[in-house]
């Protein structure tokens, strides 16, 4: 899979480019179909900026950056742990639980990181 939009904006300046610097093929997984499990391969292409010429990673709507499953998949494991366990969401999805628990943990992660200016979990009692 590609990203159908050629161009992409450089997080450093701003501009937009489709200078690609370089292609960089890996391998996601995502919702199975009945028995398969379903591996997606993605192309995130890095792009280099024709302004300030730094090098970035495209960003891709459905795969959090660094992520090695896509985001409805993480959605629907989420869902069926709190429904039900880990053991069963693992069985569901394909999974090892320890892979659930991973992709737990790095939802954690994702929210602790978030960008200033979104919504804080802060809370007074
Ligand atoms: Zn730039």
Redesign the pocket.
Known sequence: MENKQKEGK??????T?DKIHQNDWYTVRDIPLSDYQVLLKVNRRQLR??????V?SEELSFIKTRRTYTKRLAMKVIKEVLETNVESAARRNRMTASEVETLLREQEVDLLKEKPGSPRLDMTI
């Open positions: 450089c997080p450093h300046c701003e501009n480019t900026c024709t302004k300030c010429q730094k970035f």
